[in-house]
């Protein structure tokens, strides 16, 4: 019997596949075709061509493991590039002719994690003093036990600025940066008071305890910084 045809050796063991490697479906899918009687396609001679194809296939399979794209050199490419643009995205880090996602095992080797921006009101040098006098005054109000109504506001802004879900820094260790912006821009403000007496909207007295509790130890920790940033506030990971 002469040898079949690449395309029927393709077709043989993909119908073995497919049948639930049940050669006897196979071969008469095979017959039909390829419009072979039972005798020109018997199991003994559909099961050596099957053989011989699957050697084959086994045979021009590379030798050896896979080149992988962390190489030394790649990976010292990689950390160049990060240092010289740190702000830098994946996807543009990815025009060192590296797909997304070798970039990022890459940096997962070097130990680099995308570290988020922190986004604070900008404070002027006489701003220290008025905070001290603020987290002081509001201290002393606090140790008389005066019924205080605290508030806060939302601002949409009109006009475009940082958007801190968008900003990473990779580095392996926390930089902690600042990006300071002007208080007063074009905007629309909404304004909401919430006080333990007179509330807006029902709150638990234990959130409103829990609330007045964190807002004395900010105060506390604002004393102690002379009036800067709090820093176990502002900087996430």
């Not at 002469?2 to 071969?27: C, P, Y």
């Not at 740190?86 to 025009?95: E, N, T, W």
């Not at 006080?195 to 234990?206: D, H, L």
């Not at 509790?213 to 506390?220: A, G, I, K, P, V």
Request: net charge positive; with cysteine; hydrophobic share 35%.
């Amino acid at each position: 019997m002469d040898r079949w045809s690449d395309e029927q050796r393709s077709f043989a063991v993909e119908m073995f596949l497919k049948n639930g490697d049940s050669a006897t479906l196979a071969q008469r899918r095979f017959r039909t075709r390829f419009n072979r009687a039972s005798r020109q396609c018997s199991f003994e001679a559909y099961h050596t061509e099957m053989g011989r194809y699957l050697q084959d296939k086994q045979m021009k399979k590379p030798v050896g493991v896979q080149r992988s794209v962390r190489t030394p050199e790649n990976v010292e490419r990689v950390r160049l590039s990060v240092e010289a643009s740190p702000g830098r995205s994946l996807r543009r880090q990815a025009a060192l002719r590296m797909s997304y996602s070798s970039v990022r095992r890459i940096l997962k080797t070097l130990t680099f994690h995308p570290h988020k921006i922190a986004i604070t009101q900008q404070l002027m040098p006489r701003d220290y003093v008025i905070r001290m006098e603020f987290a002081q005054t509001m201290l002393e109000m606090l140790a008389e036990d005066i019924v205080i109504l605290t508030s806060d506001e939302a601002h949409f802004h009109l006009s475009g600025f940082v958007n801190k879900q968008n900003c990473r820094y990779w580095a392996s260790q926390n930089p902690r940066h600042i990006h300071e912006r002007p208080l007063h821009c074009e905007r629309a403000t909404v304004w909401c008071a919430v006080g333990s007496v007179g509330v807006i909207e029902a709150v638990p007295r234990r959130m409103v305890q829990q609330v007045m509790s964190n807002f004395q130890d900010r105060l506390h920790e604002c004393v102690r910084r002379n009036g800067h940033h709090l820093e176990d506030v502002i900087f996430k990971t």
